[in-house]
């Protein structure tokens, strides 16, 4: 149960003028809401006490009873020898804060009986930190959900703050000597801290378990690494590291494994606590056959709670209006290609019937040769553009007027550039066409008449915000954009081309990318 103590072992009691010969266990009990702080000043020491701390407590319970997730800087090799580990993250998961939050309450929401060990290394380094949003999410989760244990790492105890000190329930501080000391709400002992196994060469391996056989004893290390060496190290691309002290860890770890697995559990059965990235790379055409059914699957969406990614359908009709928003170099108007060639591969002429207002040449051509295509205008023919409004407004008032038979086409504009089509229509003209614009986007679903739109700013929709449909918000020039169309900060899994995020399905999505040629794949599917 969630009650049950898991308490590890960090080193032992030191000796003192009082007690000169006692050498007990010095322990941290994980269970607890509060997190537990390590702050380890010797990078060695650090690494061999986190992997104490984590096969302490791998070796009190079964894969099906515990899971752990570790961010850190680089992945040692014994990882892939304990099944209790479920999770490794690097620097661009931790980025990304809460897909890692919401995967670990997804599984504790399916299994509650699973308990769940948060690692967070060097979450406190003054000058490479971890961001803050993976910490608190973190802390908020374990105050929430009795069945997960945070710990956090530093580099330094001076980079812990006092008021982080006293919200935590255990924190440990050691010197690069190997002396530390612990301490919790009630008391402040003593103890010495763990050792590598290669500061002793008349070490050798464990040979039967009994407990993780990390050797304690003070010694002097070497110095930490600096922030530029640690920076260039985790510039190189290797995050998984192997030295002897990893080896030596690793028979330990197997060890651990072997002594849990007489309790019948299957480490294939195991939930991940990582879900996989988004691709940053869709294409278009294998999207769509990957992807059967009467909708259109222009992208995929993040679910990182279900460790999966889901396709993101298109369909006109009562949800068939889009708002896309984002940079000229955001590739958000790639949205007007995919749907055009999902509509020629997946729905009937006689059902969906398209028109377009378009600058670019060779989309028109492609626009043109789609069998659905009513009509495409260009922006610099402001004349047009007016009676193509007035004309879908005025279809749209007699649907509502009139009860729509089934055999009644959808409809849908196509708009890659309103920022264009508001700069080019005349003084006279453009408040009535934007405000009959966004009637359409407002009304028209309801009447099977959608709008799919793209803009680089905000301030080029005005109306088009009443626009009833999910909006897909990517990279803004003015970052304040994002915020006023309801997307949260950009990060930097934001920064990809055609990614954005989904206002309505609160996730971010990757749009897919169309053909070379547009118009031969159109003319390939109709």
């Known amino acids: 149960s969630s009650s049950e103590p898991l308490a590890v072992a960090i080193g032992l009691h030191a000796a003192t003028d009082t007690v000169p010969v006692e050498r007990r266990a010095a322990t941290v009990d994980l269970v607890n809401p509060q997190p537990t702080v390590l702050a380890v000043a010797e990078a060695e020491q650090h690494d061999q006490t986190v992997a104490a701390l984590v096969l302490g407590a791998a070796s009190q319970r079964s894969p099906d009873e515990l899971a752990i997730l570790i961010v850190g800087r680089h992945r040692p090799n014994w990882h892939g020898e304990l099944p209790h580990i479920a999770g490794w993250a690097g620097r661009d998961e931790a980025d990304d804060a809460p897909r890692l939050v919401h995967r670990v309450a997804h599984v ?8 769940v060990v948060v690692v967070i290394e060097h979450a406190f380094d003054r000058e490479d930190p971890l961001p803050a949003q993976l910490v608190t999410g973190m802390t908020e989760l374990a105050v929430a959900l009795p069945n997960v244990h945070v710990v956090l790492t530093a580099d330094h105890a001076d980079s812990v703050s006092e008021t982080q000190r006293e919200t935590c329930a255990a924190f440990a501080s050691l010197r690069a000597d190997g002396d530390g000391l612990l301490s919790t709400p009630d008391r402040s002992v003593p103890f010495v801290g763990i050792t590598a196994h290669s500061h002793d060469s008349d070490i050798a391996g464990p040979t039967e378990f009994d407990a993780p056989q990390l050797i304690v004893r003070p010694a002097t290390h070497g110095r930490a690494m600096t922030p530029l060496e640690r920076r260039l190290s985790r510039a190189t691309g290797d995050d998984v590291v192997a030295d002897g002290d990893d080896l030596m860890t690793a028979a330990v770890a197997r060890q651990v494994t072997n002594s849990v697995a007489s309790l019948g559990n299957d480490p294939l059965t195991r939930p991940s606590l990582l879900p996989p990235p988004l691709p940053i790379e869709i294409d278009a055409a294998s999207l769509l056959a990957r992807h059967t059914g009467d909708g259109v699957p222009i992208g995929l969406v993040d679910r990182p709670e279900l460790a999966e990614n889901e396709a993101y359908w298109w369909q006109p009709g009562s949800g068939g209006s889009l708002l896309a928003a984002g940079s000229p170099r955001a590739g958000m108007t790639a949205l007007i290609d995919v749907i055009t060639i999902g509509i020629a591969g997946r729905l009937s002429a006689d059902d969906v019937h398209v028109y377009a207002i378009e600058a670019l ?22 004349g047009n ?7 879908l407004h005025a279809m749209m008032t007699e649907r509502q007027t009139t009860r729509r038979h089934d055999g009644q086409p959808d409809l849908v504009l196509l708009v890659s550039d309103i920022g264009r089509v508001r700069r080019s229509l005349t003084p006279e003209t453009v408040d009535d066409t934007f405000a009959r614009l966004g009637a359409i986007a407002a009304s028209g679903p309801s009447v099977g008449i959608n709008v799919v739109v793209v803009a680089t700013r905000y301030a080029d929709l005005s109306a088009l915000t009443a626009l009833t449909g999910d909006r897909l918000v990517g990279p803004m020039t003015d970052p304040d954009d994002r915020q006023r169309l309801g997307a949260p900060e950009i990060g930097p899994a934001d920064r990809h081309p055609r990614r954005c995020w989904s206002t309505a399905a609160d996730r971010r999505v990757q749009l897919a990318a169309p053909p070379a040629n547009v118009e031969d794949e159109i003319a390939r599917l109709a």
């Open 108 to 115: 504790l929401a399916e299994r509650p009986e699973l308990h």
């Open 361 to 382: 040449p060779q989309r028109r051509r492609a626009l043109e040769v789609l069998p659905h295509t009513g009509s495409v205008v260009t922006p610099d023919d402001p």
């Open 385 to 391: 553009v007016v009676r193509l409004v007035e004309g």
